[in-house]
């Protein structure tokens, strides 16, 4: 119990923080009353363009929580010590980012009851099934992990021996995820933008470089909070595997931007057309998508020369920029560039309404709050142990 008693011990800013984020979820769940009055009429999506913001936010979240394999496999596979203080850190972003998933998918359903299909009528060829046995099963996973590798340290004694082959299995699990996610697009003939085989290595590829991204932020700010240092060496080696996995990412757009120019047929290279161009005077995206690529041209820069990707400033903004590029790849255009042109040719463009960006907003200060609750709980342990190292 102490442990969690520790959620509700804070300061001002604690405080603060966390008001404004539940000010922000209040009003979000007052719009989605409003959706689910008036339905899914209300949102920028149509009979064209059926998947928007809500799905896309889903595609990208699901990355960020597969992404705490990379620091989970070194420090349980290889006995990689210096991320031994940040383990925990990744496996609640993990849980965070995984319900956060589950609230897009739920609230692009329309009705709740909907929701429910899924699991009162399983049906195993579909590949939206998989989604939710993989999501959920990795929600557990990593909820067990979380509580048990806590529960040990808050006691000072190792974790039970039977924790271990858990751990391992969420590894591949992790992987899992952000595939079965990928077959979900790639899965559908109808849509040539996403039917392609390398869709899931681009998926994990930018999931491995946003993912520590956002880890190695929420480290430097807890840092400058003076609430935790994870150590110079676990910083510098995400710094590592995000250059790694921002050049695959990169390199696998490269490939696509190959195959469908060299090609030149038609159906593969109208939607890439539509994201740096625009297409028959519609050019919505055009901006967003090159906002993405120049960010992305900005954090490879930053990276690749080891000189500015050790100073922490530039690893900063680095981190800052690699994780906006790829949230506007995947957060706004792969998702909807799909549906541009439509199978007929047909040219409808989405824009979000206000509605909507507001229960996207409530959502991702629902993992917010999260994030912030279950690291204050963990920091609060390892405090806890300190002093009593010190008495």
């Known amino acids: ?30 719009l989605y009353l409003q959706q689910l009055s008036y339905g899914l009429g209300i949102t920028g999506m149509s009979r064209d363009v059926t998947w928007g913001l809500y799905i896309a936010q889903f595609t990208f979240l699901v990355g960020v929580a597969a992404s705490a394999v990379m620091v989970v496999l070194p420090y ?7 991320f031994g203080r940040i383990t925990i850190l990744g496996e609640f972003l993990a849980i965070s980012a995984v319900t956060m998933c589950m609230l897009f998918v739920f609230v692009d359903m329309g009705q709740p009851a909907r929701a429910l299909n899924i699991m009162l009528y399983p049906t195993p060829n579909s590949i939206m099934f998989w989604d939710f046995v993989s999501l959920g099963g990795y929600l557990l996973l990593n909820a067990v992990i979380a509580l048990v590798t806590l529960s040990a340290e808050h006691k000072s004694v190792p974790p039970p021996a039977w924790i271990k082959p ?8 992790a992987i899992s995820i952000h595939t079965v996610t990928a077959f979900l697009y790639s899965g559908l003939p109808g849509r040539s933008f996403w039917l392609t085989a390398i869709l899931a290595p681009r998926f994990l590829a930018s999931a491995f470089a946003a993912g520590p991204a956002l880890l190695i932020l929420l480290c430097m700010i807890m840092r400058r ?11 510098r080696k995400l710094a590592v595997i ?7 990412n990169v390199f696998f757009l490269l490939m696509e931007l190959f195959t469908a120019f060299y090609s030149q047929i038609p159906e593969h290279t109208e939607h890439f057309r539509y994201m740096f161009v625009g297409l028959e005077g519609h050019r919505a995206l055009v901006g967003w998508e090159w906002a993405s ?3 992305a041209a900005a ?18 903004a680095a981190c800052v920029v690699t994780f906006l590029s790829l949230w506007i790849d995947k957060g706004v255009c792969l998702v909807v560039c ?10 409808t463009e989405y824009a979000p309404t206000l509605p909507e960006l507001g229960i996207t907003l409530a959502i991702w200060a629902i993992g917010c709050l999260m994030v912030t609750v279950f690291y204050k709980i963990a920091l609060s342990v390892r405090e806890g142990l300190a002093a009593s190292a010190v008495h």
């Open 76 to 82: 349980y596979l290889h006995d990689y010590k210096a």
């Open 1 to 30: 119990m102490f442990m969690f008693e520790q959620a509700v011990v804070g300061s001002r800013r604690y405080w603060a923080w966390v008001l404004c984020l539940l000010a922000v979820i209040g009003l979000g769940f007052l």
């Open 225 to 235: 909070m003076k609430a935790f240092d994870p150590g110079p060496e676990a910083v």
């Open 242 to 248: 995000v250059t790694y996995a921002m050049i695959l």
């Open 166 to 173: 858990v751990i391992l299995l969420s590894i591949p699990w």
């Open 338 to 347: 799909g549906f541009i042109p439509s199978p007929v040719g047909a040219v």
């Open 299 to 316: 954090s490879l820069l930053l990276l690749i020369v080891p000189r500015l990707r050790r100073n922490e400033k530039v690893l900063a």
């Open 293 to 295: 690529v120049l960010l």
